[in-house]
């Protein structure tokens, strides 16, 4: 094969395995099965794909920290749900964040993200799909999420979870693909989370880069001062 052809083909491959992980229908079982799969070679399939999510939400969550949360950086705690092999980590490290814990369903995706060294305690085999029993109410300052709300992974209520799990005040920062923005319920799902009083009016760039196929929404989230109710 020349250099050419060999190039296209990896490119090939890549896009279907992203296209594969979109068919798994929210099942914890095959989706933590699909990852175990796909654990060694996923950085370099989406870098392929120029994949620029983690780098978005990470500067958002920067341009947040400045504009509104007290204290050093350093100190702002972050969960990244659904950290995978820890892309997002490695992008808040670089900007100066130090207190970043994370979880993903895929217990393979979490030994990756442990190697990045940016990560003060990850979790493997929690489901996002299902209440986040192991983080208390209000325990982190922001939570961040990307490439989670996607097409086959994680539902649209997973939202409440990660509100709950965020300080009255701090921020949620999620991406979606437009696909998924387009095909679920997750302008609903923030609509009655702040109808409901659970966050404050939000923010959304819109169709912002995100994988050379598909451009993504970049939510962010403000939890309200006094959030009514946190379990809806
Ligand atoms: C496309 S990857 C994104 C990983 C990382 N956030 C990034 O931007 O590179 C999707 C990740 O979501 C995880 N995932 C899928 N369903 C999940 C669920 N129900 N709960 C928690 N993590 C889930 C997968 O294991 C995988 O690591």
Redesign the pocket.
């Known amino acids: 094969m020349n250099t050419l052809t060999e190039q296209t083909a990896l490119e090939e491959a890549a896009q279907k395995r992203i296209k594969e992980?979109h068919s798994l229908n929210?099942d914890?079982d095959r989706?933590?099965k699909y990852?175990r799969g796909w654990a060694d070679s996923?950085e370099l399939d989406?870098e392929r794909e120029q994949?620029c999510?983690?780098v978005i939400?990470a500067e958002l969550t920067g341009a947040l920290q400045a504009a509104y949360v007290d204290g050093p950086r350093a100190a702002t705690t972050i969960l990244?749900?659904?950290?995978?092999?820890?892309?997002?980590g490695m992008e808040l490290e670089r900007l100066g964040f130090r207190s970043i814990d994370g979880?993903?369903?895929?217990e393979a995706?979490v030994e990756k993200a442990v190697e990045t060294g940016s990560y003060r305690h990850v979790q493997g085999d929690?489901?996002?799909?299902s209440s986040l029993t192991c983080y208390p109410d209000a325990s982190y300052d922001m939570t961040v999420?990307?490439?989670?709300f996607?097409l086959g992974?994680?539902r649209p209520d997973?939202l409440r979870e990660l509100a709950r799990v965020t300080r009255p005040k701090g921020f949620v920062i999620v991406s979606t693909r437009k696909s998924y923005a387009e095909a679920t319920s997750f302008e609903d799902e923030v609509l009655s989370l702040q109808q409901a009083g659970v966050f404050v009016p939000v923010q959304c760039l819109n169709d912002g880069r995100y994988l050379e196929e598909e451009d993504a929404h970049y939510w962010a989230l403000r939890v309200a001062e006094k959030p009514k109710e946190r379990r809806l």
């Open positions: 992980s929210g914890a989706l933590a990852y996923y989406v994949y999510g983690p939400v990244d749900a659904g950290c995978g092999t820890g892309l997002v979880f993903d369903l895929s995706m929690v489901d996002l799909n999420c990307c490439g989670v996607t992974h994680v997973g």
